[in-house]
C-alpha cells in the first residue's frame, strides 16, 4: 500500500505507522473517531434537550439563536 510506512524497533518489530495525510486523510480521520467513539462510550451521557438547556442556564448559548 503506498503512503504508508512502518517504523521497526531493534528486533524488526513495527512500532509505529506513518501514514501520508494526503492519500489516506479521510481513512485516519475516521480511524480517530472510531477510536474517540470506543474511548467514550462508558461516559455518562445526558439527553439533547437537556444539555442544550444546560448551555443556555449557563450562558454559553443564546436560545434566540437556536
Same mark, same amino acid.
Given at each position: 500500500? %503506498?503512503?504508508?510506512?512502518?517504523? %521497526?524497533? /531493534? !528486533?524488526?518489530? !513495527? %512500532? *509505529?505507522?506513518?501514514?501520508?495525510? !494526503?492519500?489516506?486523510?479521510? @481513512?485516519? /480521520? *475516521?480511524?480517530? &473517531?472510531?477510536?474517540?467513539?470506543?474511548?467514550? !462510550?462508558? /461516559? *455518562?451521557?445526558?439527553?439533547? &434537550? /437537556?444539555?442544550?438547556?444546560?448551555?443556555?442556564?449557563?450562558?454559553? @448559548? *443564546?436560545?434566540?439563536?437556536?
Amino acid at each position: 500500500m %503506498t503512503g504508508i510506512r512502518y517504523i %521497526t524497533n /531493534e !528486533k524488526g518489530q !513495527k %512500532t *509505529d505507522l506513518i501514514i501520508n495525510l !494526503k492519500e489516506h486523510g479521510q @481513512i485516519v /480521520e *475516521d480511524l480517530l &473517531d472510531a477510536l474517540l467513539i470506543e474511548e467514550r !462510550k462508558s /461516559e *455518562d451521557s445526558i439527553p439533547f &434537550d /437537556e444539555f442544550v438547556s444546560q448551555l443556555i442556564t449557563e450562558g454559553k @448559548i *443564546d436560545e434566540r439563536n437556536l
